[in-house]
Structures are given as C-alpha cells and as structure tokens.
C-alpha cells in the first residue's frame, strides 16, 4: 500500500493550500484517513482526520475554522484544505491511513510534503 501526498508549497501568511493524498489500493476506502504534520524540531503531531465516508472528521485545535478534510473514495484520496496560514503552519504533512486512527497506531504512512509560510 503507498499514499502518495502532493500539493505542498510555498506562501504567504493569511494563503491557502490544498493538500491531497491519493492511495494505492481501493481496500483503503475502508480506513479512517488524515493528516499529520512535524515542524523542524519538533514531535509529528495530529493534525485532522476523517472516518471511512468522511461523514466524521476530527481537528486539532490549533487548526480548527482553518483547515478542512474531505475525502472522496472513487478517487481513493483525501484532502486537506488549508485557508489563513500561518507560519507556525510551517511543517512538513504526511497523510495517514488506518482502520483504527489513533496517533500510535497508524497502519499506512505516506510521504511528506513540505508546507513552508513566509512572507
């Protein structure tokens, strides 16, 4: 199984983005899906989650009214929509899969993609 994630960049504070995470394999329509983030220096920490239909979701709170996920299973991907960035967004994002989604306890990591804020 790969998740491979895209849409990182560079932007200015107060930008958007759009993180998507495309899975190899139709069985992870079944997984919870989302994202985490680890910013140089420190822990990887949770960032947003969806359930198998994406009728759940679950946010940090440093990103909740910001950041939104959704997910759309024909395409086997998950998103993250990213609005008012700040720098402390700064990090590096992976996406993540698993049946049952906590943080030590993740089945499917994908790649990082790098998300940097700046002016």
């Known amino acids: 199984v790969q998740l491979q994630a895209s849409g990182g960049g560079l932007v200015q504070p107060g930008g958007s983005l759009r993180l998507a995470c495309v899975a190899s394999?139709?069985?992870?329509?079944?997984?919870?899906m989302g994202w985490f983030r680890q910013a140089p220096g420190k822990e990887r920490e949770f960032i947003a989650a969806?359930?198998?239909?994406?009728?759940?979701?679950n946010y940090a709170d440093s990103v909740k009214g910001r950041f939104t996920i959704s997910r759309d299973n024909a395409k086997i991907t998950v998103y993250l929509q990213m609005n008012n960035l700040k720098p402390e967004d700064t990090a590096v994002y992976y996406c993540a899969a698993s049946l049952v989604f906590t943080p030590d306890n993740i089945d499917f990591w994908g790649d990082g993609t790098l998300v940097t804020v700046s002016s």
């Open positions: 394999e139709r069985t992870l329509e079944d997984y919870s």
């Open positions: 969806t359930n198998w239909n994406g009728v759940n979701t």
